[in-house]
């Protein structure tokens, strides 16, 4: 027979050896290795495209100001 440890998180029970200890505000609880790695390739994936975002976002304003540019440049050439 073997003892399972109850995962905060999955809200079921897993082995001991795949626990780790985790303080929370309410106090020490277990929560499994795998799901804390899985939350935390999850924030790098979330970081890496909110980065992302803000670069298309960079681009964008830089071609909007560009074509706004060309737009001028060529009002003034048809005058
Ligand atoms: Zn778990």
Known sequence: ??????????M?????ESMRKI???TGERWRCIRSIEAAQSSTD????FGERQSELNKARARAVQ???LLGRRLAELTL
Do not use: I, L, Q, W
């Open 23 to 25: 303080r929370t505000r």
């Open 45 to 48: 994936v979330r970081d890496a």
């Open 1 to 10: 027979m073997t003892t399972k440890v109850y995962c905060y998180h999955c």
């Open 66 to 68: 560009e074509s706004a």
């Open 12 to 16: 079921t029970y897993h082995r001991p």
